[in-house]
């Protein structure tokens, strides 16, 4: 017994198989694109934190450390700026604040 009965029916399934795929196929391609778009978004974005986050005041702190912790590799003298950092960072984000390295969106 014959899975299709007609030629129409076989033309209308075989049909139904092309345009799936082809439906799939669109919308892969616009998905690349959204996803191209977003990239681009996001790049923005990156930009836009580091912008924002050097004229943050609640960072201040941080920056205040590191340029100590530069000094102080440059000078070759001693500090404990390098530990604090890591002790400010911890405080921070076991409060939940952002730090310097946190990304733009989460």
Request: glycine share 6%; charged share 30%.
């Amino acid at each position: 017994m014959p899975v299709f009965e007609s030629g129409i029916e076989r033309t209308i399934i075989i049909t139904a198989v092309v345009l799936w795929f082809a439906h799939g196929w669109y919308l892969n391609e616009r998905l690349k694109n959204v996803h191209d778009k977003l990239d681009r978004v996001l790049e923005a974005f990156d930009g836009l934190r580091d912008y924002l986050y050097e004229i943050d005041p609640q960072f201040d702190d941080e920056r205040q450390l590191l340029e100590d912790l530069h000094e102080s590799l440059d000078s070759g003298s001693v500090s404990f700026a390098g530990m604090n950092h890591m002790e400010l960072i911890k405080k921070k984000e076991q409060e939940g604040k952002r730090t310097l390295n946190t990304p733009l969106v989460r």
